[in-house]
């Protein structure tokens, strides 16, 4: 009985003797997540997304896609534009006022852009052709608040 006492009691303290060697082992360093950052111009996003997916659009819904490889395509460009609002999301201008809206416009984007996804998956030409109307509104009404002088029109040969 005496003897399994001293091992029990060598064995805790052997234990305690331990732990705290462990624990004063280096840990490694967390590394902080990675967060999202703006890295291309605005500029660049509007002339590389925005603008050719919006043409290429008015293109594809100029009459009824033919097949559903078409609806497919032009599902494609209407979520890279909603994208592109989450893009533009990540780099508002610096002024509060100008955040404010900036960050409204470029939302309003990404739910026109994504609209028109829904209406392309569902192959409902007349609300896709609406909806394409709808996120040319949303470019515009950006564009009209930050004085850029470009008018995005989606359909201009039916004028
Ligand atoms: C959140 C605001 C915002 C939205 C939304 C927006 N734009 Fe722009 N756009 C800008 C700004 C700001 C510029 C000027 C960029 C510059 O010159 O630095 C610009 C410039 C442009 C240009 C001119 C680029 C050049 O070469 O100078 C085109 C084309 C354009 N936008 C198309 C579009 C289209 C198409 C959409 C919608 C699908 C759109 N934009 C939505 C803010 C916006």
């Known amino acids: ?4 006492r001293f091992w029990f009691a060598a064995a805790l303290f052997a234990a305690c003797a331990f732990v705290p060697v462990a624990q004063s082992q280096p ?3 967390k590394k902080a997540a990675p967060k999202l950052e703006p890295v291309a111009e605005t500029k660049l996003l509007m ?4 603008d050719p997916n919006t043409k290429a659009l008015g293109k594809l819904l100029a009459a009824k896609p033919k097949d559903a490889e078409a609806w497919s395509f032009a599902r494609g460009q209407a979520l890279l534009l ?3 609002g989450n893009l533009l999301l990540m780099r508002p201008p610096k ?8 960050l409204v416009h470029a939302a309003d ?3 026109s852009a994504a ?6 998956a569902a192959k409902d ?8 109307a709808g996120v040319a509104n949303a470019c515009n009404r950006c564009h009209q608040a930050f004085r850029v002088g470009v008018r995005v029109d989606p359909f201009p040969d039916d004028r």
């Open 1 to 4: 009985m005496i003897r399994t």
């Open 27 to 29: 840990q490694p360093a």
């Open 47 to 50: 002339e590389g997304m925005a």
């Open 82 to 84: 909603a994208e592109t």
């Open 95 to 102: 002024t509060k006022d100008g955040q404010d809206s900036w």
């Open 109 to 111: 984007l990404r739910e």
């Open 115 to 120: 609209g028109l996804a829904r209406a392309a």
């Open 125 to 132: 030409y007349v609300q896709a052709r609406t909806a394409l």
